[in-house]
């Protein structure tokens, strides 16, 4: 053979040779993918075990302060103010008049009609001693007694007409501030001021609907309120039986002692409510959630090899969240790497995170 034939003949041993040595002799173990198409004999990963642990059952919720009783005071007729017995920011008892309008005509009016009743009255004993003697007849009697009941009714009527220009507090509570002055003429639609009751004060606020069965009424909640470092107690006396469809939340209100006046409606409030203690609960760390369409999974690492597991899961935290069915203590669930695992494909665990 000729020199050039010896050379390429060189060459194909050389590298027949390398490759022996490198796949038969010295094989190596293959953590990723070695060429298109080809699947890994395992993934390196870092788990976690699964441990029971008492978990304080706290959460915090955000509300809003609301007025226990709140108006917006609106005269019931037309007229001229008269008299206007509002003080800004002042507290007022129920009865209270706050504002009067102008009324002389219809004062007058209910002047006329008892000096009418009076001598309806005289009139209506004048025929009864006669109807005991005879000297009526009945239907003359009878219509003397219709003309006292007229009258009463009208002057119930002006009365009430009477009323209507008096604007008085349906409960006790704070003035807001005033929209008119003495002398202007107000109708129904004319917003004269608000009172608002203070002491006490609703909060209300919603929570997730896996928190229903943890809230009632009478428990008691703590708060903060923005400005202020104090903490405030409250006590829960109603919540909403219909859960909201939309947010998956239930709607709670409390009740909020406000003596000293720290507190004002429409202020926001971070609520913290400390429920009931958990035993024995399956935490895991957020990240190794992976969330479907209808369930949520988790990867466990069983005899070398991942298996997808449907779980459930309860109260969640900054970092780890319980999981209330589907696992089991001493369990080693993949916690990084999550994209790249496939169901029943080998895992090598590394790392055990805490």
């Not at 928190?211 to 107690?233: H, N, Q």
């Not at 939309?246 to 003596?259: D, E, F, G, H």
């Amino acid at each position: 053979m000729s020199k050039f034939t010896w050379f390429i003949v060189a060459i194909v041993v050389l590298v027949t040779g390398i490759v022996v040595y490198n796949k038969v002799l010295h094989p190596k173990e293959n953590t990723t993918p070695a060429s298109k198409g080809g699947a890994p004999k395992y993934i390196s990963v870092s788990g976690f075990v699964v441990q029971p642990k008492d978990l304080d059952n706290g959460i915090v919720a955000s509300g809003t302060l609301l007025a226990n009783e709140e108006v917006e005071l609106h005269p019931e007729a037309s007229g001229k103010i008269t008299q206007l017995n509002l003080n800004e920011g002042s507290a007022v008892s129920k009865g209270t008049l706050l504002v009067k309008l102008f009324d002389a005509d219809l004062q007058a009016q209910l002047k006329k009609l008892q000096l009418q009743k009076g001598s309806a009255e005289k009139t209506e004993m004048r025929l009864k001693q006669l109807l005991a003697i005879n000297g009526i007849g009945q239907q003359e009697y009878d219509n003397a007694v219709t003309q006292i009941n007229n009258i009463n009714a009208d002057i119930d009527l002006t009365q009430a007409q009477i009323s209507k220009t008096e604007v008085r507090a349906p409960f006790n509570g704070v003035v807001g501030l005033k929209n008119v002055s003495i002398g202007a003429y107000v109708s129904p639609t004319t917003s004269i001021a608000t009172l608002q009751q203070i002491d006490p004060l609703k909060i209300d606020f919603t929570v997730p609907e896996k928190y229903s069965s943890s809230l009632g009424k009478g428990d008691a909640i703590k708060f903060t309120v923005d400005g202020s470092t104090e903490i405030f107690t409250g006590k829960i006396f109603a919540i909403e039986p219909k859960i909201d469809e939309a947010t998956r939340s239930i709607k709670v209100r409390a009740l909020v002692a406000n003596s000293k006046t720290k507190l004002f409606p429409g202020a926001f409030a971070k609520i913290d409510l400390g429920l009931k203690s958990v035993e024995g609960a399956m935490m895991v760390p957020t990240q190794c959630i992976i969330p479907e369409a209808r369930n949520k999974k988790l990867i466990v690492v069983k005899d070398g090899k991942a298996k997808f597991i449907i779980v459930e899961t309860g109260v969640r935290n900054e970092s780890y969240i319980q999981i209330t069915s589907g696992v089991e203590a001493g369990d080693t669930i993949v916690a990084t790497a999550l994209m790249y695992v496939k169901p029943d494909a080998g895992v090598k665990v590394v790392k055990v995170i805490e």
